[in-house]
């Protein structure tokens, strides 16, 4: 991305989208009781909660009645209507991964199988999004958690600390390749969840052979433990290898949050927050998801960065737009064209 001498003029800058997650699958109710809904009518009030506060993208995981995370996908087709219904301008992007807790007690935590995952492009009512990770990839959370950012929760407890330290993202290329044909099919949009240099130039190619063919938004996910680490140098090289026609939300671990969103709201870039992401103000004080949203707005407005409605929001993410083909997506995207045949040099874009 280009950051010209005006480009951190608030004026400059498209309106802040917020992405909110506040379902934070990878706890139990019992971590953070006074934030985490557990029956379906307080799952759609918390959406409602969060999008008043000013998210306007929700990041959508559903628990059973037992607290658990749920891969039911009828559970997730009766939460995105509830929420549909109460909020019906909220983008609702559905969490790739569905659920990662074990489903019974003693057993292992693990990701659902690649048909299952497949039928999210078969939700009913459609999302607007499903998250897509790109490659197969080491997802250690452990590694740069402290001891206090877990304290009183299930992560204390050997096996679960033990599952998500062990934890791998699985998204070979032919699942990748599969999964973006069943989503542009359905018309459910992808936002890409990169969370390192090699995904982004792997999303590229894809992009180059005509696998996918519609916009560009892109999450880079800084969780250490096989993605990057939440170091600005990481942070600043993503963002200037990132097209200029891309839509970058930037997303990170805990107490990180704040700082990182703060950088990316002054950039004229986006932002992700919610207790999925992060559960601390400061040690030992936890916020929930709807004060993080009010603390960005804050942020946003003492910057002079106006925050999006949903509906603006629809707009700077392109949702329901899609491109003919490979060229159409590069041109859109500010990559530059596939070299034609016998073409020598910098393939360039040309003016009309």
């Keep these: 991305m280009q950051f010209l001498d005006d480009s951190l003029l608030p004026e400059n800058q498209e309106k802040l989208v917020i992405t909110v997650a506040p379902y934070g699958p990878e706890w139990e109710p019992e971590d953070f009781p006074e934030d985490i809904p557990v ?74 199988s690649d048909d299952t995952r497949h039928m999210l492009a078969e939700l009913d009512p459609q999302p607007d999004q499903v998250t897509v990770a790109i490659s197969t990839v080491q997802m250690n959370v452990m590694e740069i958690l402290h001891p206090q950012d877990y304290a009183g929760t299930c992560f204390e407890r050997p096996a679960i600390g033990n599952a998500y330290r ?108 919610g207790i999925e992401d992060n559960l601390w103000s400061k040690p030992g004080q936890k916020i929930s998801s709807v004060e993080q949203i009010r603390q960005l707005v804050r942020i946003a407005k003492e910057l002079g960065r106006e925050v999006a409605t949903a509906r603006e929001a629809r707009e700077i993410y392109r949702i329901g737009t899609w491109y003919r083909d490979a060229d159409e997506t590069l041109a859109n995207a500010g990559w530059a064209p596939n070299r034609a045949p016998g073409q020598r040099g910098v393939p360039l874009r040309r003016a009309a």
């Design 39 to 112: 029956t379906m009518g307080a799952q759609i009030q918390k959406a409602v909660d969060c999008y008043d506060a000013g998210a306007t993208v929700l990041h959508l995981h559903v628990r059973e009645l037992d607290g658990k995370g749920s891969k039911r996908l009828s559970k997730f087709n009766e939460l995105i209507a509830g929420v549909r219904a109460a909020v019906p301008d909220m983008i609702i992007q559905v969490g790739g991964s569905i659920s990662f807790s074990p489903e019974d007690e003693g057993e292992a935590a693990k990701w659902l």
């Design 166 to 273: 062990e934890m791998t993202v699985p998204a070979g290329p032919g699942w990748v390749d599969e999964h973006l044909r069943r989503l542009q099919k359905a018309g459910i949009q992808p936002h890409f969840q990169l969370v390192n240099m090699a995904h982004l130039e792997t999303l590229e190619r894809i992009v180059r052979r005509g696998v996918y063919t519609g916009p560009l938004n892109l999450t880079w996910v800084a969780l250490g433990g096989g993605f990057d680490g939440p170091s600005p140098y990481n942070m600043m090289e993503f963002i200037r290898r990132v097209p200029d026609g891309a839509c970058l939300t930037l997303e990170t671990l805990m107490r990180n949050v704040l700082p990182v969103n703060a950088m990316a709201i002054a950039m004229g870039l986006h932002a992700r927050c």
